[in-house]
């Protein structure tokens, strides 16, 4: 008989190790936003070997949205600088499959796509700088709702290279006047998961018009005595893959990262 699948709250106890262990079973395909016990999280980008160099040059001109934690060899589907083990073809939730700029499928493990010229980033998440907000008690309202984070496509143009083009994608946290000051203090410490907030307050400024309706995520709701803050976001790339359309690329579903060994306090 199989092993029922755990509840979130318990998998909030299991270590890394445990945690993607249970992803790779199959049972477990949600957002990882409060899991990994302090751990570092990583947003996924997998490209075939001749887009990959120019990828990691438009990482290099875009580290606010992009910051680039790890970086496989061709055809190696593991990390060797994140932690024990990790093949990336069976340890995050849930996928995308970009064909030519279009999803293509959104499946539980990518052996079936995987080819001998695949090269995987893992780029900083802001999930990684959630903790240390909370302990500096900072109320992360979708956290306290058991949501993914709320996701927007902006009108703010990422730097281009030749083929690598489009608009960033942020996260939103609302948050009171003094905990938002507080939080661009902390964040700003942490350039590795994205740093200081790129916008706060009226989001029409950066081209979102409506809070309630996140292009990605859940709707997370934004109190009268609020501001949202806003973080450049590691779904950026989902963004750029489908302005720029490769033949072929993987990433994480929005807000299911891959969950590693490293400790946020060490970014």
Not at 60 to 88: H, M, S, W
Not at 198 to 223: F, M, N, R, T
Request: charged share 20%; with cysteine.
């Amino acid at each position: 008989m199989s092993q029922p699948a755990p509840s979130f709250e318990q998998l909030r106890q299991y270590d890394p190790l445990a945690l993607r262990q249970s992803i790779a079973a199959g049972q477990y395909q949600g957002h990882t936003s409060g899991l990994g016990q302090g751990r570092v999280q990583a947003n996924i980008v997998i490209l075939p070997g001749d887009w990959a160099t120019e990828f990691l040059r438009y990482c290099t001109l875009n580290r606010q949205a992009c910051p680039v934690l790890d970086v496989t060899e061709p055809g190696d589907p593991f990390f060797r600088n994140l932690g024990a083990a990790i093949d990336i073809r069976h340890e995050v939730p849930r996928y995308r499959v970009y064909r030519h700029g279009e999803l293509s499928e959104g499946p539980l493990d990518i052996e079936h796509v995987w080819q001998d010229d695949l090269v995987a980033f893992a780029l900083g998440c802001s999930f990684s700088f959630e903790q240390p907000l909370l302990e500096a008690g900072i109320y992360l309202r979708h956290i306290d709702l058991g949501r993914n984070i709320a996701m927007f496509r902006t009108n703010i143009d990422t730097r281009p290279t030749a083929r690598l083009s489009g608009k960033m994608v942020v996260t939103m946290r609302p948050m009171k006047a003094a905990a938002a000051i507080q939080a661009i203090q902390i964040t700003g410490r942490m350039p590795n998961v994205h740093g200081a907030p790129v916008h706060i307050g009226d989001p029409s400024l950066i081209g979102i018009h409506a809070l309630d309706a996140p292009d990605y995520g859940d709707a997370v709701p934004v109190e009268a005595d609020e501001i949202p803050v806003f973080w450049a976001c590691g779904v950026t790339p989902q963004s750029v893959v489908q302005a720029s359309r490769p033949p072929l690329c993987i990433t994480h579903a929005p807000g299911c990262m891959l969950v590693t060994d490293l400790w946020n306090r060490d970014l």
